[in-house]
T-cell receptor, first 115, second 114 residues
């Protein structure tokens, strides 16, 4: 079975500051990794994904994440945040080659960007 | 290309009534997934369907909940005899292939049981 832990439930940060949202996972098999963003009262939008290859993955809106297999982590980073980045961010995994197809989500991190 | 569509966006039901949530996947997608989001929680997988087939329903409550994805028309998540604990946001996602690496989410249906 897989599980995802997002270590911070809320992260306040000032505009133009860097931010890191942490994600650790547990799995007995290899996994694919994802970060999704949810704006208030909206669905989830894919920010980025790691399937294979380079462990540094770049996504939309200036976000990037680094897969660290030894630490089973997939932290999300942005060097300079904007007010519009205020949203909830979810880390998710999907087991490699899994037939069930479902994503396993963390509980989310609420990013609050202040002016 | 229209995204995943869900309706209604908001649904209010009294205890004991039935709730029907609809999901139209993206064009060309034949795989649908339903997730439930409770307050202060992440999304929890409920069921994975292909056209006319339930592939994985391991996340579905044993009673009162059912899902279908007919050959024609949207996928339906049906909750019979709703209780207050069913109040949540229900999200549908779709993908072009099964066991997909990437799922596209709809805006969700927010169910409130009074």
């Amino acid at each position: 079975a897989q599980s995802v832990t997002q270590l911070d439930s809320q992260v306040p940060v000032f505009e133009e500051a860097p931010v890191e949202l942490r994600c650790n996972y547990s799995s007995s098999v290899s996994v694919y990794l994802f970060w999704y963003v949810q704006y208030p009262n909206q669905g989830l939008q894919l920010l980025l994904k790691y399937l294979s290859g380079s462990t540094l993955v770049k996504g939309i809106n200036g976000f990037e994440a680094e897969f660290n297999k030894s630490q089973t982590s997939f932290h999300l980073r942005k060097p300079s945040v904007h007010i519009s980045d205020t949203a909830e961010y979810f880390c998710a995994v999907s087991p490699y080659g899994g037939s069930q197809g479902n994503l396993i989500f963390g509980k989310g991190t609420k990013l609050s960007v202040k002016p | 290309n229209a995204g995943v569509m869900q309706n209604p966006r908001h649904l209010v039901r009294r205890r004991g009534q039935e709730a029907r949530l609809r999901c139209s996947p993206m064009k060309g997608h034949s795989h649908v997934y339903w997730y439930r989001q409770l307050p202060e929680e992440g999304l929890k997988f409920m069921v994975y369907l292909q056209k006319e087939n339930i592939i994985d329903e391991s996340g579905m409550p044993k009673e009162r909940f059912s899902a279908e994805f007919p050959k024609e028309g949207p996928s339906i998540l049906r909750i019979q005899q709703v209780v207050r604990g069913d109040s949540a946001a229900y999200f549908c996602a779709s993908s072009p292939v099964g066991g997909s690496y990437e799922q596209y989410f709809g805006p969700g249906t927010r169910l409130t049981v009074t």
